[in-house]
């Protein structure tokens, strides 16, 4: 336990390392843009999305699993929660339903997986054609919009603006990060996930049920990107059914970013947190210092790779 802890320890340390370079190589790259509020509202707003999702899928990837249906279900259930809506004309119930939505399409997953012993990967993917198809087929290819919603309450508790500074989706990543580290690290269930991604025959000697804990992780993985979707949606008053497009790598990139490794059996919360917060920064940073934004994909691929070699050498050390 104490060497996982320093390990732990470690690459916490390396990837707040990484992400002070990069921060202080945009400062010194565009001082006017990174000195400036306006780039960290823009930051508050947009980063939650896929942050979220990374945090949750935080969880699968310390299992020794991946998930990659997640911008599917992100899509599907934001089209629940558009459709419920404007059925309804009740946020809260459109948000209900949306969650319930992505909680069955996780569980299918974690059943899949479990039951019928399939590789996490490919079952993953072809659950994310599944659900793209289906929203596809139900929406029509057409978006709806989301513009009454900001009459609700609900409205200015998910995407709403404290004091008309602050987006409200920063507190939901937070908040989160906050439950999911309290879990992985306090709880019985949080021990349980990391002995199923460090030695699933030695975890079963133990006692713990493996099937169980990750028909778990991946019911909440459909959850998380479900609110995610809602979130998404609401800040742009408008459901697209292309939604959860373009979330993919960003989302794997920050949880492999933050020190969590494909084999599985270690990770943190906090690395994935400031993975997220790097990955965000990106390409406004490759932009603000003159760059293309055709430089983005490379420099992402870049820090990724040189990270989890970094995490590596640490890790053997």
Known sequence: MESNTLRESKTQISVSVVFLAILLLF?????????????????????????????SLTLIVICGEIDLSFPAIMGFSGFIFTTVFHFSGSVGFALLLCILAGLGAGLLNGLLIVKLQLPSLVTTLGTQFFWTGVTMVLSG??????????????YNMLVGRIGGI??????????????????L???????????????????????????????????????????????SSLEVVYFWPTLGQGYLLRTIAA???????????????????????IIGKLEAGIIAMGMHGFWTQLIYGLIV?????????LRRR
């Open 185 to 231: 690290n306090r709880h019985r269930f949080g021990a349980h996930i990391y002995f199923t991604g460090d030695n699933p025959a030695s975890a079963r000697v133990m006692g713990v049920n493996i099937n169980r804990v990750k028909t778990i992780v991946f019911t909440q993985m459909g959850a998380f990107a479900a609110f995610a979707g809602v979130l």
């Open 166 to 183: 602050i987006p409200v989706q920063i507190l939901w990543m937070v908040f989160f990060a906050v439950i999911l580290w309290v879990v």
């Open 305 to 313: 790779v040189v990270s989890i070699a970094m995490h590596s050498i």
């Open 27 to 55: 400062i010194i790259g565009n001082p006017a843009t990174f000195l400036s509020m306006r780039i960290y509202y823009s930051f508050m707003v947009s980063v939650p999305f896929f942050a979220i999702m990374a945090l």
């Open 255 to 277: 949880v492999f970013l933050g020190g969590t490794p494909v084999e599985g059996g270690i990770g943190t919360i906090y690395g994935t947190f400031i993975g997220a917060l």
């Open 141 to 154: 290819g057409l978006g709806k919009t989301l513009v009454p919603t900001r009459e609700s309450v609900l």
